[in-house]
Antibody
Framework: QLTLKESGPTLVKPTQPLTLTCSLS??????????VAWLRQPPGKALEWLAL???????HYSPSLKNRLTLTRDSSKNQVVLTMTNMDPVDTATYYC??????????WGQGTLVTVSS | DIVMTQSPESLAVSLGERAIINCKSS???????????LAWYQQKQGQPPKLLIY???TRESGVPDRFSGSGSGTDFTLTISDLRAEDVAVYYC?????????FGQGTKLEIK
């Protein structure tokens, strides 16, 4: 059974970059066709899809954030890393990684709350 | 971007009754090759979303058959029959027909 877990800083200063790691267990990135996405949810608001990396390393980003996002697949560590540059208080949210099934997301991490504040 | 609009924003339903949540997309989500690229999620307070339905009407493994999805093209419905207290949550629809994937604004379901 696939499980995902997000890790990274809980507090980031404005203009600084954010790096989040999604660690997978139960499936191997190097031997299984696993697609992983990042999504976020500001407090009390709706879900927003950020980025997706396919098993073959093909990547897609939200156009509104594309210039700020970078996805990296590390098969040796079974991790997917999201980097977001130039953080702003409006980026305060719970960030989730999730496994893509046909386009829907069938397994989610518990999420990590990131606050952007000086 | 495809805009997903849910209605109502909130609803209160009595235990044992039926709850109906609607989702409308700004573009058709239908493909004659594969069907409708629409999913439904349930999110309880303090938890990540849980996938209920994909391909508009295919129930995820382990999801009770009280939950059903219907619709095609641009209009979709999530129906929860025999409402139980544990169904209190926010429900989201999501399209995966084209990038960027987009979600509805959510519908908050409460017990009357």
């Amino acid at each position: 059974q696939l499980t995902l877990k997000e890790s990274g800083p809980t507090l980031v200063k404005p203009t600084q970059p954010l790096t989040l790691t999604c660690s997978l267990s139960g499936l191997s990135l190097s031997s299984t066709k696993v697609d992983v996405a990042w999504l976020r949810q500001p407090p009390g608001k709706a879900l927003e899809w950020l980025a997706l990396v396919y098993w073959d390393d093909d990547k897609h980003y939200s156009p509104s954030l594309k210039n700020r996002l970078t996805l990296t697949r590390d098969s040796s560590k079974n991790q997917v890393v999201l980097t977001m540059t130039n953080m702003d208080p409006v980026d305060t949210a719970t960030y989730y990684c999730a496994h893509r099934l046909y386009g829907a997301f069938d397994s989610w991490g518990q999420g990590t709350l990131v606050t952007v504040s000086s | 971007d495809i805009v997903m609009t849910q209605s109502p924003e909130s609803l209160a339903v009595s235990l044992g009754e039926r709850a109906i949540i609607n989702c409308k997309s700004s573009h058709s989500l239908y493909s004659s090759f594969i069907k409708n690229y629409l999913a439904w999620y349930q999110q309880k307070q303090g938890q990540p979303p849980k996938l209920l339905i994909y391909w508009a009407s295919t129930r995820e493994s382990g999801v009770p058959d009280r939950f059903s999805g219907s619709g095609s093209g641009t209009d979709f419905t999530l129906t929860i029959s025999d409402l139980r207290a544990e169904d209190v949550a926010v429900y989201y629809c999501q399209q995966y027909s084209s990038y960027p994937y987009t979600f509805g604004q959510g519908t908050k379901l409460e017990i009357k």
